[in-house]
């Protein structure tokens, strides 16, 4: 039941994007649309199905390899599903808010030219995340994990007669190649130490990767589990955006809003976090990884969330806020709260993806107006975005009872209580966290619905909420950003059998959650807790505050600006993460370039080697086709002395 | 010293052959060619006889120089090709073509002599009665171990023969037949042309 | 002796059918003409149905002159359903040009009985029969279209070479017959270890039998035929000439190098090697320079065929029957198409005749797309599959720097690949015209083309069933 239940998830978008990519222009626009919201449609009952069988009657977990794709050098290569609690609490999302994105789409695209290319493209985006989700071994992990990142591409790059959108995809395609090749140095070194790939055997044997070490060079080792996490978490750390691997991010908002949602926020952006905990085994073997993953996810919490406070394109201002949170994601798995992390991952996914949406709705309203200067005063014309972006930014902030709330606290108190070295840095990053996300999320709040209208006239008379595929996706999305923390919040953390306990490997002095859970009685206690804490008026301040800024006193922010200037550059500026990319890898890999073209190709190829090697294998090919003369006596006589060669060759190997 | 008669005829039937197959190459005309190729079947039959296969030898003679060489002979004859032409490039190529030649009869030669020739499961070649008949154990042989082979050799002819007919067959309509109706109910337009409107600077004209 | 003819079924009904639609097609007219082809259709159906059937079973039959296990009834099988779609494929092609339908069937028949005869020999003696019943309809077939004056060229060409292969194979069959007394391929393995040391000229047999070998399949140095064959016959005769043959010289190759030699490898793998590196470096390099498709197709044809050479050095056969079937589907698809393109009083010559295809006909550009994408080897394809397989099989083999070479060679393959794909989506075409395809050639066509995605993606299945041959 299980196997074709999987096999049904995973196939069911790959049917659709293949019928919709090879016969979209034939079958023209509603059945492109039907077919994919049909399939991935399925895909999501399957996977709520299989999580009621799970709820039903809990097991460890189920591992079943489909098929043996072939086999080198003794290593099977397999395409396999693994489904425990973990899996199946991402297939959900993904499927979920895939499903949700595809319905929008019909709404936000409905006059591009690409249409059923963009359906396409998604429905195998989810195929690709479904494959990453599942799979029980790291090769299909790890073509999961290409699959997405070039969906992502194709998608960034979607307008491709935009050059910016060119630009941002080769930026994120390049950067996430970085990170890709640490991955998959990670994977070798697993394979190296386990002498195999698979999930099952990997996690059984996990205390192997302890024992051995590294040697860099003589004299300088480090633990193999060290080297190994570290490298997996440089993949993470590309595809998840962690600093300094963020930079392509914020600008893969180039891609339609649809995509910013579902892979550039809810789900793709995640597939790092959910690494880590899936390997949670692996982790927890070095304490040093650990502490690594505090201190970048730390560093993306609160820095990245500053930049967010100076941008004024509406979607930027979120992409920040993605990184801010991927941030607070990676400081709870950091911390051994995996368990926390992908909570905060379920409850971000939905927000966040609802935050997307309605920027997108307000776009659409805008005539693709992305400035939130030119914006203003919209809650009187679309009323259903206003209070759906409402909600979504509550969850964001960490009001109560909103969803972010209880995922962002409990990340937050188990990191205040984590022993590992790092957490003090990133309990203070995420607690200042806290005020720079309530101050950049209700600054695009009231910049947006708020304040004076300043669109001209001509975009304010059309102003209009957007159309029911459009809305009925904010409302279905904004009930979980409500209910879902509240909820989820006991079952998935402290209960006794925590639905993520079974997949989740943590060592009994990392396990911060189960300390924290022995004061938790109950979701309700843990919100009426709220105002007695720091964070709590540390988000409420941040409101505050924003309002007093922008609706009570609009002249100050200028005036700060003016008066931090130099502040204000730096975060304009990012901290000057492109501008030194740019420099160092973009000047620096062209100046040697080059060097080399100069030197190697002008010279040594060109110069010594026959005017290039493609020159070479042209002039290899007009030789050949010399002696390819047509003649027939010519041919015999090739003939004749092939079989003069084999026979000397065999007298000199046979007799010589 | 005691001579044995059956390697002389050996001997001699074979350099026959040899020196016939030569010749094929070598003649100018491509008449006495095919006389050669003749020559060299007769010796080979020769050969044969020799291996106590009268039937084989005959049939060789029979089938081979009786039918197929005089229909090769009536071809050559009817066509009369000019051969020098194709020799063209024989002298340009002769070197290389002896060169190579030489080096693999040479490796062939050292194989054979390097060849324990006892060890080979050649089977001493036992003479047989008189009443042994030649005939019987090919039929035998043909109709029985060997009849798969044998088929699929009929099918082969059969192939040969409707490759044959398909290379060479224009379809019906090159036919030249009389139509003695058609030849009747002519009419003078059918068969005549006026050219009209021929201009002053018209070949025609002049 | 077994009397049982069951398992020569697929060959009797054949040969019978083959017979009778020769008789038949006599007594047709143009009119009903199609019906020479449905029954030609039905002929190789049920042929191949025949052969499914004797899966389980090993028959050694004709006192030792047949063999059927499972390599022959996989091969057969491929065979037979690599014709029904080549029959279907050039069908409307041959009517459109008015070219005699029933010859082109019933010698493309012919060629098959040959072929299968050629895969189930159990005799050097059936084995060599087989061959030239397979080739002689060949021959027939490249000269019988004389539109053109090089089709006779080409013919005459493969004739000539072909005779001279055929001797040579002949030969090498007399010496090992001479050496060992023996013919029968089940027999010659005991009579070949009974000598501990095998005699020279056994061996020498063995270069001989390896040059027939390459011969038809057309490894460098023994190539020469196929540019020029490919380039001077009709599509529809390049289409049969250059896959089911290929398949059926892969019977021939695993019945010598492995029914008979493979207890003694060393024998025969070096010329094996040389063949596959010069096959390798020169179908690869050659085919950049070239301007004719069917020329290009016809070079990396000797491309492939050093792969499935580098597998067979490597001792994996299951390896080489998978790429010999990858080979022969793409292949397929490939001629196919530009069988299919070839209407209209156009033929498909130049590269540059493809030009705009995707404006064309969007379809056949993607069908194209993908062939030629599976050619070139990109994942998920049968075609990167296969070429995996053999690499990986090399590097079991610990000859890590020969799967090097492959792939240096793959990429240079990419080069000439691509340049197809360019011309057909990014130049513009020459002239306007409108493609139709009949409606089931269509559809086996796609078939036949997502074939060679599917089953890149999953290969499991077939290659079980490669591994379970030997």
């Not at chain 1, 979504?392 to 009001?399: M, N, P, R, V, Y």
């Not at chain 1, 941040?542 to 005036?559: C, F, Q, R, S, T």
Request: proline residues 3%; aromatic residues 14%; contains cysteine.
């Amino acid at each position: 039941m299980l196997t074709w239940l999987s096999i049904i998830i995973i196939l069911a978008p790959l049917a659709g994007a293949i019928s919709v990519g090879l016969l979209g222009r034939v079958m023209g626009r509603p059945p492109a649309h039907w077919i994919t919201i049909t399939s991935v449609a399925i895909s999501f009952a399957a996977s709520v199905w299989i999580l009621g069988i799970y709820i039903a009657q809990p097991f460890e977990v189920f591992e079943k390899t489909l098929y043996i794709w072939g086999q080198s050098a003794g290593i099977p290569i397999e395409v396999g599903v693994y489904i425990d609690s973990l899996t199946i609490a991402m297939m959900c999302v993904v499927t979920f808010v895939s499903l949700m994105v595809h319905i929008y789409t019909i709404g936000y695209m409905c006059d591009d030219p690409g249409y059923q290319r963009f359906f396409a493209y998604i429905a195998f985006f989810t195929f690709s995340m479904l494959m990453l989700v599942m799979s029980n071994n790291f090769m299909q992990l790890f073509f999961g994990w290409e699959a997405v990142g070039v969906t992502s591409y194709l998608l960034i790059g979607f307008w491709f007669k935009r050059p910016t959108a060119i630009y941002a995809n080769l930026k994120a395609f390049i950067v996430n190649r970085v990170g890709d090749f640490g991955f998959l140095l990670g994977i070798a070194a697993v394979f190296l130490v386990f002498g195999s790939l698979n999930y099952g055997e990997v996690f059984g044997h996990a205390e192997l990767l302890s024992n051995e070490t590294l040697t860099l060079w003589s004299g300088t080792t480090v633990s193999m589990a060290t080297a190994a996490c570290i490298l997996l978490f440089i993949g993470a750390m590309g595809k998840s955006a962690q600093v300094p691997l963020h930079v392509w991010l914020p600008d893969s908002m180039e891609g339609p809003t649809p995509i910013s949602a579902l892979i550039h926020a809810a789900t793709m952006v995640t597939a790092g976090v959910f690494m880590v905990a899936r390997m949670s085994p692996l982790f927890e073997q070095s304490t040093a990884a650990l502490t690594f993953i505090l201190v970048i996810g730390g560093t993306t919490a609160l820095f990245m969330g500053l930049v967010g406070i100076v941008q004024n394109d509406i979607k930027r201002v979120i992409a920040y806020s993605t990184l801010s949170q991927l941030g607070y994601m990676m400081i709870a798995v950091g911390a051994s709260a995996y368990a926390a992390g992908v909570f905060h991952l379920m409850t971000h996914a939905f927000f966040k993806a609802l935050l997307f949406l309605g920027a997108g709705s307000v776009i659409i309203a805008m005539h693709h107006e992305q400035d939130m200067r030119k914006m203003g005063g919209l809650w009187r014309y679309m009323p259903i975005t206003y209070i759906t972006m409402l909600i979504g930014s509550l969850a964001l902030s960490g009001i109560p009872p909103f969803a972010g709330f209880y995922s962002k606290d409990s990340i937050i108190e188990a990191v205040k209580l984590s022993t590992i070295p790092g957490a003090g840095y990133a309990y203070f990053a995420a607690v200042a966290g806290v005020l720079v996300t309530a101050i950049y999320t209700f600054r695009l709040f009231f910049m947006v619905f708020h304040t004076k209208p300043r669109m001209d006239d001509k975009t304010k008379s059309h102003l209009k909420e957007s159309p029911w595929v459009v809305t009925v996706p904010l409302i279905l999305l904004a009930i979980p950003s409500l209910v879902i923390g509240y909820i989820l919040i006991g079952p998935m953390l402290f209960a006794e059998h925590a639905f993520l306990n079974p997949s989740l490997y943590v060592l009994p002095q990392n396990d911060v959650l189960a300390k924290l859970g022995e004061h938790f009685h109950g979701a309700l206690a843990f919100t009426l807790h709220a105002p007695m804490t720091l964070v709590f008026w540390l988000a409420v301040g941040g409101i505050a505050l924003m309002w007093a800024l922008y609706i009570k006193w609009p002249g100050i922010p200028e005036k700060i600006k003016n008066h931090f200037s130099i502040i204000y550059k730096i975060l304009v500026e990012k901290y000057g993460f492109d501008i030194f990319n740019d420099w160092f890898f973009g000047k620096g890999t062209r100046g040697v370039g080059n060097v080399a073209w100069k030197v190697g190709d002008i010279k040594i190829i060109d110069g010594a080697m026959v005017n290039g090697s493609a020159h070479l294998v042209g002039r290899i090919a007009k030789l050949s086709r010399y002696v390819q003369s047509g003649f027939l006596n010519q041919y015999v006589q090739i003939m004749i002395i092939g079989l003069l060669g084999l026979m000397s060759w065999w007298l000199y190997a046979w007799v010589g | 010293m005691e001579i044995d008669w059956l390697k002389f005829f050996f001997y001699c039937y074979a350099a026959l052959a040899l020196f016939g197959a030569t010749m094929v190459i070598f003649s100018r005309n491509s008449v006495r060619a095919v006389l050669f190729l003749v020559l060299t079947f007769v010796a080979s039959a020769g050969l044969w006889m020799l291996l106590q296969a009268e039937f084989l030898a005959l049939i060789l003679i029979l089938v081979y120089v009786g039918a197929v060489m005089v229909l090769f002979l009536f071809v050559v004859m009817m066509l009369n090709m000019n051969l020098s032409p194709l020799k063209e490039g024989f002298v340009r190529y002769l070197p290389l073509g002896i060169l190579i030649a030489a080096t693999i009869v040479a490796q062939l030669v050292w194989v054979y002599k390097n060849t324990d020739m006892a060890a080979l499961h050649l089977g001493e070649l036992a003479q047989k009665p008189a009443d042994y008949s030649n005939i019987t154990e090919l039929g035998l042989a043909l109709y029985t171990d060997y009849l798969y082979p044998f088929e699929i050799a009929g099918v082969i002819l059969l192939v040969a023969i409707i490759a044959a007919i398909a290379l060479t067959f224009r379809g019906p309509q090159n036919r030249r037949s009389q139509n003695i109706a058609v030849q009747v109910a002519t009419r003078k337009d059918d068969r005549l042309r006026v050219i009209k409107d021929v201009g002053p600077d018209s070949d025609l004209k002049a | 002796m077994d009397f049982s003819l069951k398992a020569m079924l697929p060959e009797i009904f054949l040969a019978t059918m083959t017979c009778v639609i020769l008789v038949l097609d006599l007594y047709l007219s143009d009119r009903f003409r199609r019906v020479t082809y449905l029954l030609s259709q039905v002929t190789l159906v049920f042929a191949a149905v025949f052969a499914i059937a004797l899966w389980d079973n090993h028959f050694v039959l004709m006192g030792g002159h047949f063999v059927s296990d499972k390599l022959a009834v996989v091969l057969k099988t491929s065979v037979f359903i690599v014709g029904f779609c080549i029959f279907t494929y050039v069908y409307d092609y041959l009517r459109e040009r008015d070219i005699r339908i029933s010859e082109y069937y019933i010698l493309a028949l012919f060629s098959m009985l040959g072929m299968s005869i050629l895969i189930s020999a159990g005799s050097l003696l059936t084995l060599y029969l087989g061959l030239e019943l397979l080739s002689l309809p060949l021959y027939a077939m490249v000269a019988m279209i004389q539109r053109q004056n090089t089709a006779s060229e080409a013919a005459m060409k493969y004739f000539v070479m072909g005779a001279l292969a055929s001797g040579m194979l002949l030969f090498g069959i007399s010496l090992i017959y001479g050496s060992t007394g023996q013919i029968h391929l089940d027999a010659l393995p005991v009579a070949i270890n009974m000598a501990e040391q095998p005699d020279m000229l056994l061996l020498l047999g063995v270069v001989f039998v390896v040059i027939g070998i390459g011969f038809k399949f057309g490894a460098v140095p023994f190539h020469m035929w196929i540019p020029d064959v490919y380039q001077g016959s009709l599509s529809p005769i390049v289409l049969f000439v250059a896959t089911a043959p290929k398949i059926a010289a892969f019977g021939m190759l695993s019945r010598f190098l492995w029914d008979m030699f493979g207890a003694a490898p060393e024998t025969w793998q070096s010329f094996i090697l040389i063949m596959a590196v010069l096959s390798l470096l020169l179908g690869n390099i050659a085919a950049i320079a070239q301007t004719n498709i069917k020329r290009l197709l016809g070079y990396s044809t000797i491309g492939h065929v050093g792969f499935i050479f580098l597998a067979i050095y490597a001792g994996n056969f299951a390896a080489g029957a998978f790429y010999v079937l990858a080979y022969a589907l793409m292949t397929l698809a490939a001629f196919g198409i530009l069988v299919v393109l070839s209407q209209r009083g156009i033929e498909i010559e130049d590269i540059t005749d493809l030009a705009g295809l995707d404006k064309q006909h969007r379809w056949l550009a993607v069908m194209m797309l993908l062939v030629i994408f599976s050619l070139a080897g990109v994942p998920p394809s049968i075609g990167f599959y296969a070429k995996f397989v053999v690499l990986s099989a090399l590097v079991d083999a610990h000859v890590a720097y020969l799967a090097v070479f492959g792939l240096v060679m793959s990429a240079i393959a990419a080069f000439y690949y691509l340049r197809v794909v360019k011309v057909m989506y990014f130049d513009e075409p020459t002239q306007t015209r409108e493609i139709t395809i009949p409606h089931g050639t269509n559809v086996l066509l796609s078939i036949n083309t997502l074939a060679t995605w599917v089953l890149g993606i999953l290969p499991g299945g077939l290659m079980a069933i490669c591994l379970l041959l030997y």
